[in-house]
């Protein structure tokens, strides 16, 4: 997308990669959501230990490595959000 395009995007219809990108969001949103409540669920019901003891050590460690680079991620993103909100604001 060409620099700049994301700004008139209430102006006129979305070219396809844009459109895709919103598809990528939603699917997104959908999946962090569903991951949300698996991690809600087995902290409800099951202690931290037994975590530990029962999982699979070097699973669990890289799919640690993973939520620790999609949070990084995410953060850039909100810092992002923040930058331009205080621009407009």
């Given amino acids: 997308m060409p ?8 102006n006129r219809a979305l070219d ?3 459109i895709r990108l919103v598809s990528d ?3 997104m949103h959908a999946k962090v ?11 409800q019901i099951h ?6 003891n029962y999982a699979d050590g070097p699973v669990l460690a890289e799919e640690i490595r993973k939520v620790d680079e999609i949070y990084l991620w ?3 993103i909100k810092e992002e959000m923040d930058r331009r909100a205080l621009s407009r604001g």
Avoid: Q, T
């Avoid at 202690?47 to 530990?52: A, D, G, H, L, R």
């Fill in 47 to 52: 202690n931290e230990p037994s975590i530990v």
């Fill in 3 to 10: 620099p700049g395009r994301e700004n008139d995007v209430k």
């Fill in 25 to 27: 969001l939603r699917i």
């Fill in 74 to 76: 995410f953060v850039r």
């Fill in 33 to 43: 959501d569903e991951l949300h409540h698996m991690v809600s669920r087995l902290r």
């Fill in 16 to 18: 396809i990669d844009e």
